[in-house]
């Protein structure tokens, strides 16, 4: 077989569908920007008015207005918790210091090393490094009126932290459901382009000049990680969010249809790389018998259409039907051709019709009492 040396092929760039994820993103940075700028600017203003020794330690308002700021109600609430816990902890570390010896090289650097440690548990998630720096700060920022300023930290970063939550709560509260739906639309169009390509790929002339769908099958993985970022961010986004009784959306379909693409991108990437050891070798060296070519290009293409009908019942009925014909005709014919053949010119084909089919089994569960495939051999 005449194989194209893998060097010698020049991959078309990824397909521009497969990076329309990120539709509303940058409306959504801005917003969470915007209210960032007010939070910190209300805490700052309100700063000064706290009594005792707070008013002596403002500018800890903004910083506390700042992590609180998380893009979901439910981040932004964990979030402010684990920071005012690792205030707590640094404090006492710091208090511990002063109250059983005195600040000195020594000291410090237990305190900020058995601050590290605790760190290191992960309870108290990304603010996990307030630990170490805020024993510092205590111990040679407060010197020798560090319960002052523990005090005026403290309540500080907890105004500011009130003031996020309120800002985050009040201004149009992150809920970011109707994205889920246009990215997984995106996600099962980055997989039908992909089959349409390798449909293509197998119906012309042999090798194919198509062949960036040989390259673009590692790009699916990278689709398939960000719209599941995105159905968990949509997921934590409607919790304590009260939009999301106005806005209601059934995230556990949402699951269920990503768990099933995230399948189909499984066997995807598998039958792209039987065809990419097919026309170059790479990987697995297989043969694809030429006569076969034509059936494998109608059933992937099929399987292709039933991705893309996805939204419409009707169509994606009559679609599956379809698929499930051209697969099991598929499986047909490598049966019927198991004995006349050998069997190294037959395991190619026959890897992809089951890549195919399990494909197509991933998806019974969007139509009602699918067709069952078997194969004949």
């Known amino acids: 077989m005449n194989r194209k040396p893998l060097r010698d092929i020049t991959f078309e760039p990824v397909n521009k569908r497969a990076w329309r994820i990120k539709s509303q993103i940058t409306r959504a940075r801005i917003l969470h920007a915007t209210k960032a700028a007010i939070a910190v600017g209300l805490a700052w203003t309100i700063a000064p008015y706290l009594p005792g020794v707070a008013d002596n330690y403002p500018y800890y308002a903004p910083l506390g207005a700042i992590v609180s700021m998380y893009p979901t109600l439910m981040g932004s609430m964990k979030n402010a918790l684990q920071t005012l816990g690792s205030l707590v902890v640094a404090i006492v570390l710091a208090g511990a210091v002063i109250v059983f010896s005195q600040p000195n090289v020594a000291t410090m650097s ?16 990304g603010n996990r490094e307030y630990i170490p720096v ?17 005090i005026g930290y403290l309540e500080q970063v907890s105004l500011g932290i009130v003031v996020g939550l309120l800002v985050n709560i009040l201004i149009f509260p992150a809920l970011s459901l109707d994205a889920v739906g246009r990215q997984l639309s995106n996600y099962r169009v980055v997989l039908a382009d992909h089959l349409s390509e390798v449909a293509k790929a197998l119906a012309e002339s042999w090798p194919p000049e198509l062949d960036g769908w040989a390259s673009r099958k590692d790009a699916l993985v990278s689709v398939s990680r960000e719209v599941r970022a995105a159905v968990l961010d949509a997921d934590d986004s409607r919790k304590a969010n009260p939009r999301a009784r106005l806005h209601r959306r059934d995230l556990g379909a949402d699951y269920d249809d990503l768990a099933a693409l995230e399948a189909v991108t499984f066997h995807v990437r598998d039958l792209t790389d039987v065809l990419a050891g097919a026309v170059w070798g790479t990987s697995i060296d297989i043969e694809l018998r ?3 070519r034509p059936s494998l290009s109608v059933a992937i293409d099929a399987v292709s259409a039933l ?8 169509a994606q009925r009559a679609t599956h039907s379809s698929a499930t014909a ?19 010119s037959i395991g190619g084909a026959d890897a992809i019709a089951m890549d195919l089919a399990r494909i197509l089994a ?3 569960f969007r139509v009602e009492q699918p067709e069952a495939i078997e194969d004949p051999g």
């Open 110 to 125: 237990i305190a900020v090393g058995v601050g590290a440690l605790i760190a290191s548990t992960g309870w108290f998630g």
């Open 134 to 150: 805020t024993v510092l700060f205590v111990l040679i920022i407060g010197g020798p009126d560090a319960d002052a300023y523990s």
């Open 290 to 292: 030429p006569e076969l």
């Open 307 to 314: 991705l893309r009908d996805w939204d419409s019942d009707a």
């Open 326 to 344: 051209a697969v099991a005709s598929l499986m047909k014919e490598l049966a019927e051709r198991r004995d006349s053949a050998p069997a190294t």
């Open 362 to 364: 991933a998806l019974s």
